[in-house]
Structure formats: C-alpha cells, structure tokens
C-alpha cells in the first residue's frame, strides 16, 4: 500500500517534558528542542482512547505474557496513534515519544501488534511467552538483517505458532530483533535446519523510557499556545468568508469530530450560525443523539433533512450491496437528502462552513480551502480547518471541554455510515455486537449470500466492498483462503434467463468526486456474447483475469449485471450507459430487424440466422449503430414495472 504525505508532520516531542508537541522546535514548557516523530505517511495522529490502550494491553499479554501490555504502555503516559497504509487497518503507536509498535488487523486473523526495537527493549525482561532465545553466534547475523535459522535457536516458547510475532533474545534475555515465527517453537528447537524467525526489526538502538507520566490536560496546555494561533486564523476566516459572499451561512455538521471542530470555530467567530444535519438513514443512533445533543446545548437551529425510509434497503433488491467502486448509495442517502434540504431552506444558494481536512485524502487535499460544490447546486463550501492535522482537532475539542461522539472511545476514527463500503473490516468488527443497527445489515448480506450461492468467506471477509477487488486484497484472500477471489465472488443461484430491465442511480458522488452512473439490470449476462459488439462503446480492455467484468472506454460492465460509467459531464456519462444498455441488449436479445446492421456502413455488423453479428476487426467505432431498436424499446417499455431509467 503507498504512503502519501497529505500535509507537514506536525507531531513533534519534548523528551525532558516527556509530552507531546505540535509544530514548535521548542519545548513551550521548557525550552529545550523537540524532535519531529517520525511517522508514516499520511502521518495524521490521533490520541489513543482507553478502549484503544486496552485493546492493546490484551493483546500483549496474550502474546507475551501478563505484564507485556503495562511495560509497553505504561499506566498514565500519553499514547498516540497514526494510522500507516495497510491491506485494511494499522495504527502506529506512539508513548514516551517513541514509535514503541504497530497495531495492524489481518484479514482472517484479526489485530495483531508488531514490535519495533523501542518496544521490544520494553519487553525483553517480562515477556514469559513469544520469546526466541538466540545462540550468541548467531546473533550478529540476525542484527544484519539476516534471518534467524533453526540452528542459530537454543530455546523458545514452547506456545509459538506459526505466523506468530516473537522477540527474539540473548541468553541473557537481551533484545537482538523483532520477527515473525516461520515454524513452531518446538520446532525451532528441535530442526536443524530452515528459518525460524524472519527478521523483522534489528538495528540496535538507545533505549529511551521515561518515568514522567502525563494526562491529556498537561498535553493541552503544552500546546495552548499552538491551538489558540490555529483558532485565531480559522475564526477570521470564517468572520472574512461570510463578509466576503452575500449568501446565507450554515455550518455542515455530520457527528464527527472535524465538523464538530468546525462548529466550535463557528461559534468562537461569533456567528450565530444554523446547523446542518443529513440523516442518511445510515447513521450510528448515537451519532444522530450526539448531533441534537451539541446543538440543544449551544442554542443552535438544527435544520434536519432525512433521506427517505426506503432509500437504501428499498434499493438494495435492485442494486445489491454497494461497493467502493459502485457506490449508489451516496446519491440516493446523502446527495439527494442534500440537495433537497439546501434547494427547500436556502433556494438562492447557502454559504456552508464544513469540517474538511487534507490530511483525509489526496483528493481533499487538492481541494482549494473555498469552492463551489459541482453535486450541489448553489452550495459553496468553506473549510476553517483545511490546514489541521487530527491532533489539532482533538486539543481543540479537549481545550474546548467539548464533548464529543462516543464511538471514538470505542475504537472508530471516523464517523459516518455503519456500513459503508469504505470502511475497513477492523471498523465494521468493532461496530459489530456494539450497535444494534449492524445486526439487520449482516442478516441481509446472510440472505444475499445464501440466494446467490456464494461461499461464506464472500462475507467473512467482506468482499461485497468492490465490484472488482484490488490486486492485493485478492493476492491476500488467496494466500488466506486458498482460493482465488473469482470463486468466492461467483454466483451461483441468480437466474440466467428473463427479459433485460435496467434501474438506474445517476449524478455527481459526494464520495468519489465525480460524475458517475451506477446501473442495475435485472438478471446476469453473457459477456462472452456481449463483449465483441462492446467495440462499439471504445476499445475493449479485459483486465479481470476471471472473466467477470469487461472495460470499455469509460464504461464498465459487470457479468453479474451491473453497470459503472464516468465522465466529466453528466451528458456524456448518459451516453455511455444508454449505449452500454443498447450494446448489451442487442447481444442477447436481438429481434432480427437488422435496423443496426443496415446502418453501419462499415459492415461491421450483419445479419446471421436472423440475429445481428459483428466483425470486430471491422468496426471503426462511428457509433451509427446507436439508434431505434425494438429490443432496446421493449426493454425500456418493460421499465415501467420498477426498473427506471
């Protein structure tokens, strides 16, 4: 997975003071240099909860005995986490002003914690499991980034799994390195030969503990100075932008802490300012409490727009889950709801003051601090905090004495739509058994797994999140599963046969930035009879190595019925889907009129036993064959009875 700096890593730390500090070189306590941190891009920190310190702890003494979680993180100090690219989640861990460890979920195995050199000198003396006793000759090699050999072993826990993370130590219970088992560690003792631990971390390196404990007040106060300067420009920012734009102003408010952040600013500028909540349908209740909860308490006009009942399980019978890259679900619960609220309350356009930050993705990144929304029409949107790192927001909130929404002390980092296909497995694990919104998702996914014929681990491992899965989760599920990703995706049960019917979800998504349709038909089809009059859309590019989708120019088409196009305008995204429908209608529906074939001047088309056939090395892709067809025209007819286009 890539690592992108979205913005300045600002977590720097006072070693005599023992406390973090943002930005300044200089301790604002005692005076003396801080060092930078050095994280992993896109290096956005965040403090870590209680429940995210004992989730840890628990898994250290599982691993390595009672007491490993306390040594690593020790009651009373300040621990920090950033998240680092993974397959799906891993958190750097921060304490004492080090990076003492990683904390990563593993498809198929859940969390596990990975060392690093600072925390396995913390360790070294208490861990009574997970240990590797190294022979001393074997030591320099290993500490050359060597890996450890059965033979170089003289003792080990007798516990150890394959797989499993282990320090590896001197006789005299000395850390030499960090690694992951390759054998068991009876094994290891017993082999002469093979690798027993693949080294992971080795260099030797100061071990720096601290005993000055501190709480999340002092880390405030250390950086009062840095946060307030940060408040000053953001609320006369947001003072200048409403001077600036004759429309009325709102604050965009999702329940989260950035928009919360936001709100705040809002009221510390002095504007008295309407709040805007969408209720997807799809929010943690305790999201839609905590959002009337700030609003009641600071005297705030709460307009509140609901997406309608039926606006994502109504259409899950057409659509089907929604997936990262087939995501209807943001234009039918957040754009449509969006819209109808700014074009009911503000028909002349509305100035809105949202909680965007760059250091969330490249795409916020790119975005300009003022802009006119292109999905909402007479929305322009400002962000006080484009600039802020998470730790800003959060000594913001805590200096504020705010409070704030309770899933973050249990586990989430954002906040937004319980399932969304966005989400990592390590979300959707801590929601599950906490929220009793998850229990009628996960029952429909059972029913839709079970009438398709798909295997559990189509579920397990929640692989309804991508219409085409990305070449590392599929190299992972295999090496997990023994199974390719085509064979645990495959359907089974749905029927092949019945008249073609095509619902459509159009528009810009607020989610992916663009314009784009996302289209159900009402059965699979045949791609091997759909793919060669699919050179009529553009070049066809087959890059599914299974067979199960076809890419042609701007369009996608998926064997099991859905349909994905994009442009950079809405006229030519409608194109390519009613030319796609009229493409694959005509290769499994055919009448025989030979309306197309006659005008394709080419002759790239013909007729055959009474169906239109092609020469796909003679089309020149003039598209002439667009046009009246009775199959096209029935099928549309048949709309009428639920399937829209």
Same mark, same amino acid.
């Given at each position: 997975?890539?690592?992108?700096?979205?913005?300045?890593?600002?977590?720097?730390?006072?070693?005599?003071?023992?406390?973090?500090?943002?930005?300044?070189?200089?301790?604002?306590?005692?005076?003396?240099?801080?060092?930078?941190?050095?994280?992993?891009?896109?290096?956005?920190?965040?403090?870590?909860?209680?429940?995210?310190?004992?989730?840890?702890?628990?898994?250290?003494?599982?691993?390595?005995?009672?007491?490993?979680?306390?040594?690593?993180?020790?009651?009373?100090?300040?621990?920090?986490?950033?998240?680092?690219?993974?397959?799906?989640?891993?958190?750097?861990?921060?304490?004492?002003?080090?990076?003492?460890?990683?904390?990563?979920?593993?498809?198929?195995?859940?969390?596990?914690?990975?060392?690093?050199?600072?925390?396995?000198?913390?360790?070294?003396?208490?861990?009574?499991?997970?240990?590797?006793?190294?022979?001393?000759?074997?030591?320099?090699?290993?500490?050359?980034?060597?890996?450890?050999?059965?033979?170089?072993?003289?003792?080990?826990?007798?516990? %150890?799994?394959?797989?499993?993370?282990?320090?590896?130590?001197?006789?005299?219970?000395?850390?030499?390195?960090?690694?992951?088992?390759?054998?068991?560690?009876?094994?290891?003792?017993?082999?002469?030969?093979?690798?027993?631990?693949?080294?992971?971390?080795?260099?030797?390196?100061?071990?720096?503990?601290?005993?000055?404990?501190?709480?999340?007040?002092?880390?405030?106060?250390?950086?009062?100075?840095?946060?307030?300067?940060?408040?000053?420009?953001?609320?006369?920012?947001?003072?200048?932008?409403?001077?600036?734009?004759?429309?009325?102003? %709102?604050?965009?408010?999702?329940?989260?802490?950035?928009?919360?952040?936001?709100?705040?600013?809002?009221?510390?500028?002095?504007?008295?300012?309407?709040?805007?909540?969408?209720?997807?349908?799809?929010?943690?209740?305790?999201?839609?409490?905590?959002?009337?909860?700030?609003?009641?308490?600071?005297?705030?006009?709460?307009?509140?727009?609901?997406?309608?009942?039926?606006?994502?399980?109504?259409?899950?019978?057409?659509?089907?889950?929604?997936?990262?890259?087939?995501?209807?679900?943001?234009?039918?619960?957040?754009?449509?709801?969006?819209?109808?609220?700014?074009?009911?309350?503000?028909?002349?356009?509305?100035?809105?003051?949202?909680?965007?930050?760059?250091?969330?993705?490249?795409?916020?990144?790119?975005?300009?601090?003022?802009?006119?929304?292109?999905?909402?029409?007479?929305?322009?949107?400002?962000?006080?905090?484009?600039?802020?790192?998470?730790?800003?927001?959060?000594?913001? %909130?805590?200096?504020?004495?705010?409070?704030?929404?309770?899933?973050?002390?249990?586990?989430?980092?954002?906040?937004?739509?319980?399932?969304?296909?966005?989400?990592?497995?390590?979300?959707?694990?801590?929601?599950?058994?906490?929220?009793?919104?998850?229990?009628?998702?996960?029952?429909?996914?059972?029913?839709?797994?079970?009438?398709?014929?798909?295997?559990?681990?189509?579920?397990?491992?929640?692989?309804?999140?991508?219409?085409?899965?990305?070449?590392?989760?599929?190299?992972?599920?295999?090496?997990?599963?023994?199974?390719?990703?085509?064979?645990?995706?495959?359907?089974?049960?749905?029927?092949?046969?019945?008249?073609?019917?095509?619902?459509?979800?159009?528009?810009?998504?607020?989610?992916?930035?663009?314009?784009?349709?996302?289209?159900?038909?009402?059965?699979?089809?045949?791609?091997?009879?759909?793919?060669?009059?699919?050179?009529?859309?553009?070049?066809?590019?087959?890059?599914?190595?299974?067979?199960?989708?076809?890419?042609?120019?701007?369009?996608?088409?998926?064997?099991?019925?859905?349909?994905?196009?994009?442009?950079?305008?809405?006229?030519?995204?409608?194109?390519? %889907?009613?030319?796609?429908?009229?493409?694959?209608?005509?290769?499994?529906?055919?009448?025989?009129?030979?309306?197309?074939?006659?005008?394709?001047?080419?002759?790239?088309?013909?007729?055959?036993?009474?169906?239109?056939?092609?020469?796909?090395?003679?089309?020149?892709?003039?598209?002439?064959?667009?046009?009246?067809?009775?199959?096209?025209?029935?099928?549309?007819?048949?709309?009428?009875?639920?399937?829209?286009?």
């Amino acid at each position: 997975m890539g690592a992108i700096r979205l913005g300045k890593n600002h977590l720097r730390w006072c070693r005599g003071c023992n406390l973090p500090i943002l930005e300044s070189k200089e301790c604002p306590v005692c005076g003396a240099a801080t060092e930078e941190i050095e994280l992993t891009p896109p290096g956005d920190a965040r403090p870590a909860f209680p429940h995210d310190v004992k989730m840890i702890r628990d898994l250290l003494d599982d691993d390595y005995g009672t007491d490993a979680g306390e040594a690593l993180l020790p009651e009373g100090h300040v621990v920090i986490l950033s998240k680092a690219p993974a397959l799906d989640r891993m958190d750097e861990v921060v304490v004492d002003g080090d990076i003492v460890a990683s904390v990563r979920y593993d498809m198929g195995s859940g969390w596990k914690v990975i060392l690093r050199m600072q925390g396995a000198y913390r360790l070294a003396k208490v861990a009574s499991k997970g240990y590797v006793i190294c022979d001393p000759g074997a030591i320099k090699f290993v500490q050359e980034s060597k890996n450890l050999m059965a033979p170089g072993v003289t003792d080990a826990d007798s516990g %150890i799994e394959e797989g499993d993370e282990v320090l590896v130590l001197s006789p005299d219970r000395e850390i030499v390195s960090t690694g992951m088992a390759r054998m068991t560690g009876e094994r290891m003792v017993a082999e002469s030969k093979g690798v027993a631990v693949k080294t992971r971390w080795y260099k030797p390196e100061e071990y720096r503990p601290s005993d000055i404990a501190h709480g999340w007040d002092d880390v405030v106060e250390a950086n009062r100075a840095a946060i307030e300067k940060r408040v000053t420009e953001a609320t006369g920012f947001i003072r200048n932008t409403i001077a600036k734009h004759e429309l009325p102003a %709102i604050v965009s408010f999702s329940g989260g802490k950035d928009s919360l952040a936001t709100l705040l600013l809002s009221i510390d500028a002095g504007a008295d300012l309407p709040v805007l909540f969408v209720d997807t349908g799809l929010e943690l209740n305790e999201t839609v409490a905590h959002v009337h909860d700030v609003c009641e308490r600071h005297g705030l006009k709460l307009i509140e727009e609901h997406a309608p009942a039926d606006a994502f399980f109504g259409n899950l019978v057409y659509f089907g889950p929604p997936a990262k890259d087939y995501r209807w679900c943001c234009k039918t619960n957040k754009l449509g709801p969006t819209v109808g609220a700014i074009t009911k309350n503000f028909p002349d356009g509305v100035l809105s003051f949202i909680g965007q930050r760059k250091y969330e993705s490249e795409a916020r990144n790119a975005k300009p601090r003022i802009w006119r929304n292109p999905w909402t029409p007479g929305q322009v949107g400002a962000s006080p905090i484009q600039n802020w790192c998470a730790m800003h927001v959060w000594l913001y %909130i805590f200096m504020k004495g705010e409070p704030f929404n309770v899933w973050y002390t249990r586990g989430l980092d954002r906040i937004g739509c319980f399932l969304c296909p966005a989400s990592d497995l390590a979300e959707f694990d801590m929601i599950a058994g906490k929220s009793d919104r998850w229990d009628q998702w996960d029952e429909y996914l059972t029913r839709y797994m079970d009438d398709r014929g798909l295997p559990p681990e189509w579920k397990e491992f929640g692989l309804w999140r991508w219409k085409n899965a990305p070449k590392s989760i599929r190299e992972e599920v295999s090496r997990v599963t023994g199974k390719g990703v085509a064979e645990l995706t495959r359907q089974t049960k749905v029927p092949e046969t019945g008249p073609l019917n095509i619902k459509v979800q159009d528009g810009f998504s607020p989610c992916t930035m663009g314009y784009s349709i996302e289209a159900a038909l009402s059965r699979p089809i045949d791609l091997e009879k759909v793919k060669p009059f699919c050179h009529a859309l553009a070049w066809v590019v087959e890059e599914d190595p299974d067979g199960d989708f076809i890419n042609a120019g701007f369009t996608t088409i998926y064997r099991e019925g859905s349909i994905i196009a994009k442009a950079n305008v809405e006229n030519d995204a409608r194109q390519h %889907i009613d030319h796609a429908f009229q493409v694959i209608v005509r290769a499994e529906q055919c009448v025989g009129c030979g309306l197309c074939a006659a005008r394709c001047e080419p002759k790239a088309l013909y007729m055959e036993d009474g169906k239109v056939r092609i020469h796909e090395d003679e089309c020149v892709f003039c598209r002439d064959c667009f046009g009246p067809c009775p199959s096209v025209d029935f099928a549309r007819d048949d709309n009428e009875g639920g399937f829209d286009q």
